[in-house]
């Protein structure tokens, strides 16, 4: 069982930044892949950004070079950020935290979700034009 709880979402005008926070606990070992999917209403869920084993990043096209996925240790959880800059209407969505088995955090299927995978309560990003 893998736990995850969002925050940091709101809005900004475009251009503006935002940070989002994951704080990740339970059974690491096994879903060791952290990330960040969104769904825009009326849009199916796409994956944004992961994180496998602490240090190897994979993100959609849409964000590379504006977005930056982390992932850091307080005490017992782990905390998964998301640093987006330059943000632009097109990301607004709701945000959600997962967490992958390492397996299904390949570059040909990180973007793919599986049953196996944990998610958050999602948190919202809204940019206005």
């Known amino acids: 069982q893998v736990h995850l709880e969002e925050s940091g979402g709101g809005s900004v005008q475009a251009g503006g930044s935002l940070r989002l926070s994951c704080a990740a606990s339970?059974?690491?070992?096994?879903?060791?892949?952290l990330g960040w999917f969104r769904q825009a209403p009326g849009k199916e869920r796409e994956g944004v950004a992961v994180?496998?084993?602490?240090?190897?990043?994979?993100?959609a096209d849409s964000v590379k070079g504006r977005f930056k996925i982390s992932i850091s240790q307080n005490n017992a959880k782990n905390i998964l950020d998301l640093q987006m800059d330059n943000l632009e209407p097109g990301d607004t969505a709701m945000y959600y935290c997962?967490?992958?088995?390492?397996?299904?955090?390949?570059?040909?299927?990180?973007?793919?979700?599986?049953?196996?995978?944990?998610w958050g309560e999602g948190t919202q990003v809204t940019i206005s034009s």
């Open positions: 994180i496998e084993g602490g240090y190897t990043t994979m993100y």
């Open positions: 339970g059974d690491l070992i096994t879903s060791s892949c």
């Open positions: 997962v967490a992958k088995r390492r397996i299904l955090c390949r570059a040909d299927n990180w973007r793919v979700m599986y049953a196996t995978d944990y």
